[in-house]
């Protein structure tokens, strides 16, 4: 059974221009959560989805940002307009449900560089 | 908001000594996880705990959840080169919430 798979690993953006992370969550698993992790601090929520469904986006940046999990396909954090304080480790995570007493399995993470 | 404080922030230690990472949460958990992460990695799940005085074990280490459950311990015994890394607790941040709140990480280095 294949982990949680992240691509790319590592991406470079310019300024201005859009990153599109992907996230294959386990198999069997229908729940996706993004974390970011921003250098010198903590791991910190974005976006928790489910199928078709965005379930909770408290964390997730008013404006540039957007997440989703399609019915068919892995799920995607879109970032446009990149500025320099995007530049993070992206980190997707899964469970087969949800709740206080499932665990997230996560991926490698992407590495994003904005210049 | 829950905060979860982790302690020590780093961590040095000789190959084959024991160690303690404290976890404190400003509320109740629901569930404590704990993770490993290696610098440029992600995370390994380590252990998850939920009841109070709970105590789970796995090779050399032994994490614990307090009875008031609002404070967990990792402990590792006869620390070995592969133990380094960083070692973050997280916490449910409700009985029916999906997201993980994060301490900000302990970073262990195992000196051979």
């Known amino acids: 059974n294949a982990g949680v798979m992240q691509n790319p690993r590592h991406l470079v953006r310019r300024r201005g221009q859009e990153a599109r992370l992907r996230c294959s969550p386990m198999k069997g698993h229908s729940h996706v959560y993004w974390y970011r992790q921003l250098p010198e601090e903590g791991l910190k929520f974005m976006v928790y989805l489910q199928k078709e469904n965005i379930i909770d986006e408290s964390g997730m940046p008013k404006e540039r940002f957007s997440a989703e999990f399609p019915k068919e396909g892995p799920s995607i954090l879109r970032i446009q307009q990149v500025v320099r304080g995007d530049s993070a480790a992206y980190f997707c995570?899964?469970?087969?449900?949800?709740?206080?007493?499932?665990?997230?399995?996560f991926g490698p993470g992407t590495r994003l560089l904005v210049l | 908001s829950q905060e979860l404080e982790q302690s020590p922030q780093s961590l040095i230690v000789q190959e084959g000594k024991n160690l303690t990472i404290n976890c404190t949460s400003s509320?109740?958990?629901?569930?404590l996880y704990w993770y490993k992460q290696k610098y440029g990695e992600g995370l390994i799940f380590l252990m998850m705990l939920q009841k109070g005085g709970e105590e789970k074990s796995h090779e050399k280490i032994t994490a614990k959840l307090d009875e008031k459950k609002q404070q967990s311990s990792l402990h590792i015994t006869a620390s070995q080169p592969s133990h380094a890394g960083i070692y973050l607790c997280?916490?449910?941040?409700?009985?029916?919430?999906?997201?993980?709140?994060f301490g900000q990480g302990t970073e262990l280095s195992v000196k051979p």
């Open positions: 997280g916490a449910a941040g409700g009985i029916a919430r999906g997201k993980l709140i």
């Open positions: 995570a899964s469970s087969p449900w949800q709740g206080a007493r499932e665990t997230q399995y």
């Open positions: 509320k109740t958990l629901y569930g």
